[in-house]
């Protein structure tokens, strides 16, 4: 099939070099032409696991072409997803900004076009706004009506960062929400090779469905979280409650990992979202409200067991392992390490800090801290914290030094003073 992307962000380029790998003929487009340029080079804008060789064997077999130019690429697509970034307003609302343009830039370049290309939502965007926004825009643009001269879905993506290529080609499901039949009938031709259940809803559901698997699964981390807090209190180890709970298949072993709380670009950004509209709607949501609350103290509670062991900070050098929100990435959006890295510059501590990937992302926002070029390097200070939990972390020798640990490394319980910061 001939699929064009908008967007050729994270989501964008995971999905395009997806589909090329599968067979299909992918464009992608961006407004950025440094990017479009660099991509038909076979260089990827972002770190990702086999994104860069499924790139250049899908320009190699002429599968997969960058472009800036729109026009050229919806007027040859049979579907066009829209993949563009969906950012929060000050309020947490979603801001429809780049929804509003692609809409109404796609809306254009279908005017003179025939057949039934379907235009596939697959930002991340709050229940109502393929209908609300999204098919206005098109219809005013175009000057065709949906489900008559183009036809539209809604496709989210449940990829995570680090393994985005392998959660596309093995999903747990396909969710695709349609305007009408032929409309979806389209896109679950493009799925037919996937060996997973596709769930066919409306659009508003499918959107929904998103949004409801995101606040799920960070709910599951907050819940895990505060049985860990009270299992610190009590001695008790809260991974081995977590194992204990996950062999009930209705709960599952997956996402009980206690700790010092999610980040990333989703989690955070979408539950907000979630509330936002929750609200706009009339309804409080008091559960996703204490999902958020628990997780903004979470990293806090690393630092009161730092406090413990040196109660002053000042002129102490605490070493820091892990910056990345999470391992297998150089995403440091909305990472624990911020509120903690800032909360210990502000109490006077000198700090010293290593991560594989993220160092050149978090020197942005904290140039003064001293990066080192290797983990070793950061075990020579008064206290280390773990912030990331790398593989490579297990491997070094603790012994004799004061770790607080916020991600389980078992290795470090060999250190000579060991917290885990809920276990
Ligand atoms: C998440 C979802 O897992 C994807 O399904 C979804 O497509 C994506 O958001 C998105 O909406 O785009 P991602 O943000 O890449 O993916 O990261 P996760 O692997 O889900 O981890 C999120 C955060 O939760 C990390 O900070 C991680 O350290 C934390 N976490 C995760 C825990 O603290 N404990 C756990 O048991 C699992």
């Known amino acids: 099939m001939k699929i064009s992307i908008v967007g050729a962000g994270y989501v964008g380029l995971a999905t395009g070099v997806g589909f090329a790998s599968m067979g299909h003929s992918v464009i992608c487009v961006d407004v950025d032409a440094e990017r479009v340029r660099k991509l038909n080079r076979g260089e990827p804008p972002i770190y990702e696991p086999m994104l860069e060789e499924h790139l250049r064997k899908a320009l190699e077999e002429n599968r997969f072409e960058a472009t800036t130019e729109l026009g050229r690429a919806i007027r040859q697509s049979e579907v066009i997803f829209i993949c563009v970034g969906t950012p929060s307003k000050s309020d947490g609302s979603m801001d429809p900004v780049f929804i509003e343009q692609a809409s109404r830039d796609i809306g254009q370049a279908m005017k003179d076009r025939g057949g039934y290309p379907v235009v596939t939502v697959k930002s991340t965007v709050v229940p109502g706004t393929t209908e609300g926004v999204v098919i206005p825009l098109l219809e005013r643009n175009s000057g065709k009506r949906a489900g008559a001269g183009f ?13 985005a290529l392998s959660d596309f080609f093995n999903p747990d499901r396909v969710i695709i929400g349609e305007l009408d039949g032929r409309s979806g009938d389209t896109l679950h031709q493009l799925y037919r090779d996937f060996k997973c259940p596709i769930l066919r809803t409306d659009l508003k559901t499918a959107e929904m469905i998103k949004y409801a698997s995101n606040a799920f699964l960070a709910a599951k981390i907050s819940f895990i979280n505060e049985i860990g807090n009270i299992c610190k209190r009590l001695g008790i180890d809260v991974y081995e409650v977590a194992r204990g709970m996950g062999l009930d298949r209705r709960i599952s072993p997956h996402f009980l990992n206690a700790g010092i ?8 950004k979408d539950v907000r979202a979630l509330m936002a509209r929750a609200r706009e709607l009339g309804y409080e949501p008091r559960l996703l409200e204490a999902v958020m609350a628990l997780n903004e103290d979470q990293p806090l509670r690393l630092l009161e067991l730092l406090r413990k062991h040196l109660p002053d900070l000042r002129g ?7 910056l990345a929100f999470k391992p297998g990435t150089d995403d440091v959006r909305e990472a624990p390490s911020i509120r903690i890295v800032g909360e210990l510059l502000r109490e006077g501590a000198a700090v010293k800090a290593y991560d594989p990937k993220a160092m050149d992302n978090f ?6 801290l001293q990066y080192c070029g290797r983990a070793e390097e950061v075990l020579d200070s008064d206290a280390v914290l773990i912030l990331t939990e790398w593989e490579e972390f297990r491997r070094l020798d603790y012994s004799g030094k004061v770790v607080i640990d916020g991600r389980r490394i078992e290795e470090a319980r060999k250190a000579r003073v060991y917290e885990g910061v809920c276990w």
Do not use: A, D, K
């Not at 036809?151 to 393994?163: K, S």
């Not at 020197?363 to 003064?368: E, G, K, L, S």
């Open 151 to 163: 036809g539209v879905c809604v496709n989210p993506e449940f990829l995570r960062e680090g393994q």
């Open 261 to 268: 709380g999610f980040g990333g670009s989703c989690f955070p």
């Open 316 to 322: 102490r050098t605490i070493g820091v392992l892990g």
């Open 363 to 368: 020197r942005r926002i904290f140039p003064q």
